[in-house]
């Protein structure tokens, strides 16, 4: 016989021992099958007539009745040998036709073994798969994959291709199922092989698409996959949704057009509608036009988690408040575990004024989050000194790191007469934000997120690929200053669009983005250039490279060693993607830029330049204002930077303190109000004079972060019109009792009626008046004592005492000053004997021994004793005193007690002005 005789002898055997090999492992599978249906049988019998759910749940059955199944559930040609079940499974139903398939096996091409339903029973038949079998199977599949029961949609297409691996859907499927199972490789492969097998299926070059689209250098080849597919399906509006998505991911202008194609290819194709309102969003900053678009998104894909997080960034955006609660607050609370809508609902909150439920919001969040995003909430290293850090760390290892952590926030808190913390509500809301927009490639926040967590929302934000043309006059202050030091004479004078610093390019740094184009005249002027440079291409020298002067110099066009010259805003999309920003009230002013050196979306401090060509002491000032130098520069300054929001017009009223032993141990703070006339309404109706003031007092411990508070509704009418009364005021008092100890006080009012507000703050120390030592209480300055009312707030152990915050008294006018005495000593006879000594001292001059009767002469300083006995180791006193000598000016008062009995002493002293 000859050669090729024998060749086609061979290869008949090979096929006959192939056809012979999938026969037999038909008969495996189909005594496999047959043996599956009487266990599902038995299975149904013991659980009251219902079937597994799947059959690994029949295989635990067996194995707890029998023991172990073996290869029961495995093809013999099934390639998967990690796989312990081949089969697929459907429970049957009792509205199933006849021969509709339960178990199967398909591992064969062009036939399939089954256990059908026939009768009331199961039986396994092997029968040739034709189109009816093929597009049944290719059904069971799509419903597999749109319910995400992604291994039983894998098994279902992968048997497709086997029993018939000349239809192409099936291979596509089967990568669409495994790309959706996070399987890129297997999937990639799979979508070849369904190219292999027509490459007119749009649908695999789509799925390639996605699958270059995931890798790092990979998008151009996404974008020519999608365009193949859209070759072979014009009309395919996923594969031109997926061009819009990768041009909007760099930034291409053109992005929004694609995703107007694709709606024009299929309106209900809803993904392109949110991509739109994504480009308005990032690519113009137009944030009610993107809100549109997704609200159109939203009608088609109501159940659209992320979707709707979006759009609540986007009414934050946008400072439509109202609009984030009415959307966003029964949704949260009808879906508990979508935690990551709390912030935004927080931060609206917060804008709104509804400090509780902006800290309710941000601590059910900080619950419902795992403990490693939390930590990142908690921690304080980005906004402490060096030194706080150590001891943090140090109070922590010792079990008391909450403890600092409550103090720490407490010495922060802008507003102590509110029980929220203000500031540590926006510390959150900054983590929130550079978790959210800083994160992308880097966690958990690239360089901005350090700088954003630490001084908050910049004054000025520019970008290459949104250029902000806007500049209040501080910022540009600020980068004029900063190239007038980096460039000197060289720094023309104009409006920098870019950074000021100069930053790296694909081949050179760049010192035009750093250039001026003055506003007035920017587009034209830009226009213009850009026309002269493509038309001249550049300075060159004779031997056609670039002109390189030997002295270092920022003026001429072209480049200079590895820096190149000014160029206009067109220009800058050669360069790396930059960032720049600006802060206006932290040290002075300082700018800083980041750049995506990798261009992969991580952001960095913009590199330090180094050339040689560079003069060392030019070298010096760019090194100076390296972005990394500068940030760790302000941080030094402000580790912590917060300015809270003031809407309210300022009210400025008079406050004054005094101390006094309160109940059970603890101290008394009282202050006393000065709410000026002049705030008042007039109402010529009814000739009247009406004042509504709201007045808070609150204290924090400075060293525990205990907070106390006191707050009350100040309400006065009067006759006439008292607005024209200049230096006259309502008095008022609040009173807090507390430990003694080191706090840091506010007093607070806010006229209702108008809306002004106004706040004091000041650090204070309250004495303990505890049993033992002679205590002097605090010094009231008042323009009236007298007998006191039952109910009155101003009455003290008897005395009507109107207090004086003003501490302001008019020529002629008399003073009195008010106090009390604790812990006087009795002697054997029960009887307390204790002197008082009142000095005064003038620094207008003056008579002051007027002041006190029995005294004459002119001397800058007199004193007065006086000697009191009593059966009290408490006395409650006044004096009063005749400044009508005094000159105009200031002037101080000094009580001085001695204890006769126990020669114990204390004393007080009190300042005052006196007015023409």
């Given at each position: 016989m000859s050669r090729a005789v024998c060749r086609g002898y061979a290869e008949a055997l090979r096929q006959r021992a192939r056809a012979d090999g999938q026969a037999m492992g038909r008969g495996v599978c189909a005594d496999h099958l047959t043996a599956v249906g009487g266990f599902l049988r038995a299975y149904r019998v013991a659980h009251e007539g219902r079937y597994p759910a799947t059959l690994a749940a029949l295989n635990a059955y067996l194995e707890q009745q029998h023991g172990p199944a073996g290869v029961l559930f495995r093809a013999p040609t099934d390639a998967d040998k990690e796989r312990r079940i081949s089969y697929g499974y459907r429970m049957p139903r009792p509205e199933d036709p006849e021969g509709a398939p339960v178990v199967w096996s398909y591992f064969y091409a062009g036939r399939g073994v089954e256990l059908v339903k026939a009768g009331d029973g199961l039986r396994a038949i092997d029968r040739p798969f034709g189109k009816a079998q093929v597009d049944s199977l290719f059904a069971v599949g799509l419903r597999a994959l749109e319910s995400d029961s992604l291994a039983a949609a894998i098994l279902a297409f992968k048997g497709l291709t086997y029993v018939a691996p000349s239809y192409g859907p099936g291979h596509t499927k089967l990568g669409y199922a495994c790309l959706k199972a996070g399987?890129?490789?297997?999937?990639?492969?799979?979508?070849?092989?369904?190219?292999?097998?027509?490459?007119?299926?749009?649908?695999?070059?789509?799925?390639?698409?996605?699958?270059?689209?995931?890798?790092?250098?990979?998008?151009?080849?996404?974008i020519e996959a999608f365009q193949e597919a859209l070759k072979w399906n014009p009309k395919y509006a996923e594969a031109r949704y997926h061009i819009a998505e990768i041009r909007l991911k760099l930034k291409q202008y053109d992005a929004r057009g694609d995703a107007e194609k694709a709606i024009a290819l299929d309106p209900a194709y809803a993904p392109a509608y949110r991509l739109i309102g994504d480009w308005w969003d990032e690519m113009q900053d137009d944030y009610e036009t993107a809100i549109l678009w997704y609200v159109r998104y939203m009608a088609m894909r109501p159940d659209d988690v992320e979707a709707r997080l979006r759009l609540g960034k986007l009414y934050l955006k946008a400072r439509d408040f109202e609009r984030v609660t009415k959307m966003l607050m029964d949704y949260a609370q009808g879906h508990a575990e979508e935690v990551h809508i709390l912030p935004i609902l927080a931060q609206a909150c917060l804008e709104m004024k509804r400090l509780d439920w902006a800290q309710a919001f941000y601590a059910r969040y900080l619950n419902g989050v795992d403990a490693r995003e939390r930590a990142l909430y908690e921690d304080i290293r980005p906004v402490v000194y060096p030194e706080e850090v150590a001891e943090y760390e140090g109070a922590v290892r010792s079990g008391q790191g909450e403890a600092f952590l409550r103090r720490f926030w407490a010495r922060r808190d802008p507003d102590l007469i509110t029980p929220v913390n203000e500031r540590l509500l926006e510390h959150y809301r900054r983590v929130w934000y550079a978790r959210t927009n800083f994160s992308a490639r880097k966690k958990p926040w690239d360089r901005r997120g350090e700088v954003y967590v630490r001084f908050g929302e910049p004054d000025h934000r520019s970008r290459s690929d949104m250029v902000n043309f806007q500049q209040g006059l501080a910022v540009q202050r600020v980068k004029e200053a900063m190239a007038q030091e980096?460039?000197?004479?060289?720094?023309d004078i104009g409006t920098y669009i870019g950074p000021v610093y100069p930053i790296k390019g694909p081949r050179q740094y760049d010192l035009s983005f750093i250039v001026q184009q003055r506003m007035a005249a920017i587009g034209a002027e830009m226009m213009r250039g850009q026309q002269a440079q493509q038309g001249q291409g550049g300075a060159q020298s004779p031997s056609g490279q670039p002109n390189a002067s030997e002295e270092f110099n920022f003026s001429g066009v072209g480049v200079e060693g590895n820096f190149s010259s000014r160029a206009t805003a067109q220009q800058g999309t050669e360069l790396v993607p930059w960032e720049c920003w600006v802060y206006t009230k932290i040290g002075g002013g300082f700018e800083i830029t980041f750049t995506d050196e990798l261009q992969n979306g991580n952001y960095d401090y913009a590199p330090q330049v180094l050339d040689a060509r560079v003069p060392p002491e030019r070298l010096l000032k760019f090194n100076w204002y390296a972005p990394e130098r500068v940030f760790a520069r302000a941080s030094m300054v402000a580790?912590?930077?917060?300015?809270?929001?003031?809407?309210?017009?300022?009210?400025?009223?008079?406050?004054?303190?005094?101390?006094?032993?309160?109940?059970?141990?603890?101290?008394?703070?009282?202050?006393?109000?000065?709410?000026?006339?002049?705030?008042?309404?007039?109402?010529?109706?009814?000739?009247?004079?009406?004042?509504?003031?709201?007045?808070?007092?609150?204290?924090?411990?400075?060293?525990?972060?205990?907070?106390?508070?006191?707050?009350?509704?100040?309400?006065?009418?009067?006759?006439?019109?008292?607005?024209?009364?200049?230096?006259?005021?309502?008095?008022?008092?609040?009173?807090?009792?507390?430990?003694?100890?080191?706090?840091?006080?506010?007093?607070?009012?806010?006229?209702?009626?108008?809306?002004?507000?106004?706040?004091?703050?000041?650090?204070?120390?309250?004495?303990?008046?505890?049993?033992?030592?002679?205590?002097?209480?605090?010094?009231?300055?008042?323009?009236?004592?007298?007998?006191?009312?039952?109910?009155?707030?101003?009455?003290?152990?008897?005395?009507?005492?109107?207090?004086?915050?003003?501490?302001?008294?008019?020529?002629?006018?008399?003073?009195?000053?008010?106090?009390e005495v604790y812990n006087l000593k009795p002697d054997s006879t029960g009887v307390t004997r204790h002197s008082v000594e009142y000095t005064l001292r003038a620094e207008g001059g003056g008579i002051l021994s007027k002041a006190f009767p029995g005294f004459v002469g002119k001397r800058p300083e007199v004193a007065v004793s006086q000697t009191q006995a009593g059966t009290q180791e408490a006395e409650y006193r006044y004096i009063e005193l005749d400044l009508q000598g005094l000159s105009p000016g200031k002037g101080a008062l000094t009580v001085t007690v001695r204890d006769l009995n126990s020669g114990q002493a204390a004393s007080r002293e009190l300042a005052f002005t006196m007015a023409e």
């Open positions: 399987q890129v490789a297997r999937a990639e492969a799979v979508f070849l092989k369904a190219l292999q097998v027509d490459r007119r299926q749009a649908e695999a070059h789509n799925g390639l698409g996605l699958i270059y689209a995931q890798r790092p250098m990979g998008l151009q080849w996404a980096l460039y000197g004479k060289d720094a580790p912590d930077f917060y300015t809270p929001k003031i809407d309210a017009p300022p009210l400025k009223f008079y406050y004054d303190l005094a101390d006094f032993r309160g109940m059970e141990g603890r101290s008394a703070l009282e202050v006393y109000y000065g709410i000026p006339r002049v705030i008042g309404r007039y109402l010529p109706e009814q000739d009247s004079t009406r004042m509504v003031v709201d007045r808070q007092v609150a204290l924090l411990n400075l060293e525990t972060g205990a907070a106390f508070r006191a707050q009350r509704e100040l309400v006065f009418e009067g006759a006439g019109d008292l607005t024209r009364q200049p230096g006259a005021f309502i008095p008022d008092v609040a009173r807090l009792e507390v430990p003694p100890g080191k706090y840091r006080l506010e007093v607070s009012a806010k006229d209702r009626l108008s809306g002004r507000m106004g706040t004091y703050r000041q650090d204070v120390g309250i004495p303990p008046y505890g049993k033992g030592a002679l205590r002097l209480s605090g010094l009231v300055l008042a323009w009236q004592v007298g007998e006191g009312r039952e109910g009155d707030k101003f009455t003290r152990h008897g005395l009507r005492v109107v207090p004086l915050p003003t501490r302001t008294f008019r020529k002629g006018q008399n003073i009195f000053v008010y106090y």
